[in-house]
C-alpha cells in the first residue's frame, strides 16, 4: 500500500504540485540546507586556522623559551665579561702605577748620576745653578720653556702634595723628562745637538746632554715653585 503511494505520487504530478503548493517551505528549507552548509565550511576554515594558529603559539613559547635560555646564558656571559674587565682594570692600574714609580725611581737615579756638575752646579744646600748654569739655562731656552709653561707645571707638582723639599726638587727632573717630547722642546734639544760640548770660554767646553739640560732646567723650576711654596723652603731648614 505505501509503496504503490509513493510510485503514484512521484509518477503523478501530486510532486510537482506539492512543491509549488509548498515552495515557500521549499525554499526555505533549501536556504537553511545552503546556510548550514556555508556556516559549517567557515567553522571548519576557522577550526583549521585556529589549530595552526595554536601550533604556532606552541612553537613561538618554545622559542621564546630558547630565547630566554640564550639571553640568560648572555647575561651570565656579560657579567663575567665585566668582571674579568673590571680585574683587568685593577690590574692594568696597579701596572701604570709600578711603571710609573720604576720610571721615577729610574729618572732619580739618571739624574742623581749627574745632577751635581761643578760646571752647572753649585755643590751647596740646596743645590743651585753656577753663572754657567744660569748661562746654559737662558741660551737653550729652557728658561723661558718654564716661564711660559709656569702655571701648568706648578699645577702638576702641585697635585703631588709633596712635604718636602727634596721630593720637590727630584719630582721636577721627572716632570720635565715627562714632557721632553713636547713640542716646546725642540729649540731646547737642537742647543744640545749644536753643543754636545758647551763651550764656557775660549781655554774651556764642558759636555752637555739631556739629563744635564734637564738637571739644570729642574733646579730652575724647582726654585720657581719655591717662590710660591716657601713653607717646604721654612721646613727644611729647621
Known amino acids: 500500500m505505501t509503496l504503490s503511494l509513493c510510485v503514484q505520487?512521484?509518477?503523478e504530478d501530486l510532486l510537482f504540485n506539492w512543491i509549488f503548493t509548498n515552495a515557500p517551505i521549499v525554499a526555505t528549507f533549501i536556504a537553511l540546507m545552503w546556510f548550514t552548509w556555508w556556516i559549517r565550511g567557515i567553522i571548519k576554515d576557522y577550526h583549521y586556522r585556529f589549530e595552526n594558529l595554536e601550533s604556532d603559539v606552541k612553537v613561538l613559547k618554545t622559542d621564546m623559551g630558547l630565547v630566554k635560555l640564550d639571553i640568560r646564558r648572555l647575561e651570565d656571559r656579560m657579567f663575567s665579561?665585566?668582571?674579568r674587565m673590571t680585574s683587568l682594570e685593577r690590574k692594568v692600574d696597579m701596572l701604570e702605577a709600578?711603571?710609573?714609580r720604576k720610571f721615577d725611581a729610574l729618572i732619580a737615579v739618571l739624574t742623581a748620576a749627574k745632577i751635581i756638575n761643578p760646571e752647572y752646579?753649585?755643590?751647596?744646600s740646596?743645590?743651585?745653578l753656577t753663572d754657567t748654569g744660569t748661562q746654559v739655562l737662558i741660551e737653550m731656552g729652557g728658561k723661558v720653556y718654564v716661564d711660559d709653561n709656569l702655571n701648568d707645571l706648578l699645577f702638576e707638582?702641585?697635585?703631588k702634595n709633596f712635604r718636602s723639599a727634596l721630593d720637590v726638587q727630584d719630582y721636577c727632573m721627572v716632570l720635565l723628562w715627562e714632557r721632553n717630547r713636547d713640542d716646546a722642546w725642540v729649540q731646547i734639544k737642537d742647543f744640545i745637538f749644536r753643543n754636545p760640548e758647551?763651550?764656557?770660554?775660549?781655554?774651556?767646553s764642558k759636555p752637555l746632554d739631556m739629563v744635564r739640560a734637564v738637571s739644570i732646567i729642574g733646579?730652575?723650576?724647582?726654585n720657581r715653585y719655591f717662590e710660591k711654596h716657601p713653607e717646604l723652603l721654612v721646613q727644611a731648614s729647621e
Open 9 to 11: 505520487f512521484f509518477s
Open 81 to 83: 665579561l665585566e668582571q
Open 98 to 100: 709600578k711603571f710609573d
Open 121 to 124: 752646579h753649585q755643590a751647596r
Open 126 to 128: 740646596p743645590l743651585q
Open 157 to 159: 707638582i702641585e697635585q
Open 198 to 204: 758647551y763651550k764656557i770660554n775660549e781655554q774651556s
Open 219 to 222: 733646579i730652575y723650576l724647582r
